[in-house]
T-cell receptor
Framework: GESVGLHLPTLSVQEGDNSIINCAYS??????FIWYKQESGKGPQFIID?????DKRQGQRVTVLLNKTVKHLSLQIAATQPGDSAVYFC???????????FGTGTRLKVLA | DADVTQTPRNRITKTGKRIMLECSQT?????MYWYRQDPGLGLRLIYY???????NKGEISDGYSVSRQAQAKFSLSLESAIPNQTALYFC???????????FGPGTRLLVL
């Protein structure tokens, strides 16, 4: 089957630095992508999304970049804070199907 | 997300028992979903419902059933629980025409 970021790596960053979390997707038909943040003991929380007609979208302290050529998605967090510590995972979807394929995520650890 | 609630938050049961997990939402969304999350795997879709009269199987529906009692309520049942159904279970909602899904806090289920 198709997969989105099966491995769960850990990214450790110093407080105040920028973080970049990556995600690979494999379904070339996917045209909607979303990033979630999951803190320990909580449900996934929506961060930001992007459609395939864009290659960049910015939110508050977060930016998502989409590279359709290499099927790659990244989440950039500016000035990383301790509260950003969590697992981040991406999901892909084909518009109209309302079905996501989820990655396993990346654990972000913010060092004081 | 406080708009999506799940009960119970934690449950321990024995093999062969029937149990029900409940999900309620105040977001006014018409679409609801049940997922399970296992270590090392991405979220996997169990069942989904696009309105009260619509129920659809997801990728891992065997051993599960659902009931959409109202637009705001979607329950998941394990007819005869088995140990490999030990997992985190999440309910999610979305609005028709919008891609974004919003998750509840999850139910941690342990089947002995």
């Amino acid at each position: 089957g198709e997969s989105v970021g099966l491995h769960l790596p850990t990214l450790s960053v110093q407080e105040g630095d920028n973080s970049i979390i990556n995600c690979a997707y494999s379904n070339s038909a996917s045209d909607y992508f979303i990033w979630y943040k999951q803190e320990s003991g909580k449900g996934p929380q929506f961060i930001i999304d992007i459609r395939s007609n864009m290659d960049k979208r910015q939110g508050q302290r977060v930016t998502v970049l989409l590279n359709k050529t290499v099927k790659h998605l990244s989440l950039q967090i500016a000035a990383t804070q301790p509260g950003d510590s969590a697992v981040y995972f991406c999901a892909e979807s084909v518009s109209g199907t309302y079905k996501y394929i989820f990655g396993t995520g990346t654990r972000l650890k913010v060092l004081a | 997300d406080a708009d999506v609630t799940q009960t119970p938050r934690n449950r321990i049961t024995k093999t062969g028992k029937r149990i029900m997990l409940e999900c309620s939402q105040t977001k006014g969304h018409d679409r609801m979903y049940w997922y399970r999350q296992d270590p090392g795997l991405g979220l996997r879709l169990i069942y989904y419902s696009f309105d009260v009269k619509d129920i659809n199987k997801g990728e891992i529906s065997d051993g599960y059933s659902v009931s959409r009692q109202a637009q705001a309520k979607f329950s998941l049942s394990l007819e005869s629980a088995i140990p490999n159904q030990t997992a985190l279970y999440f309910c999610a909602t979305s609005y028709s025409g919008k891609e974004t899904q919003y998750f509840g806090p999850g139910t941690r289920l342990l089947v002995l």
